[in-house]
């Protein structure tokens, strides 16, 4: 039996981003959220989402909504700017997740306000996918 869109849709991202571990722009890219990141290889990517809302409904399917969050985590170098882009590039080069949903906004950035002694930063891009699915059946695409 297929994965259910959704996690199909979270694995298409994760694949997006992985010529992101093997350039070494980030040591490690996982789909977690793991408060603890600071003490692990940085700079890191962790990929999670969010709350799913449906947004309209027929007969036959569901079109939902969820977001997905990509919390960058950091030292000094690269720069938070450099990291945030290559993140932003690697997702909108694939704004229809290989024809499972579709992006339909952009990747919205919320920085996590830290000291400046802080040696660890993060900042989060947070992306909105919708997707259809037929009812009754949550991994065939419709």
Known sequence: MPDPI????????LS????LKTNGTFRDITREWDVLRPSKALPALMVYDGEESTVSKTATV????FPVYLKLVFG??????????EVQKKIEGD????????????GNEEP???AHSTPVHRTTLR????????????????
Do not use: E, H
Request: charged share 20%.
């Open 6 to 13: 959704k996690k199909q849709i979270m694995d298409r991202v």
């Open 16 to 19: 997006n981003l992985a010529p």
């Open 62 to 65: 569901w079109t939902c909504r």
């Open 76 to 85: 000094g170098a690269p720069s938070k700017d450099t990291l945030v882009s």
């Open 95 to 106: 704004m229809t997740l290989n024809s499972l949903g579709t992006i339909v906004d952009a």
């Open 112 to 114: 996590t306000i830290l």
């Open 127 to 142: 992306y909105t996918v919708q997707y259809t699915r037929k009812i009754g059946d949550p991994a065939l695409v419709s």
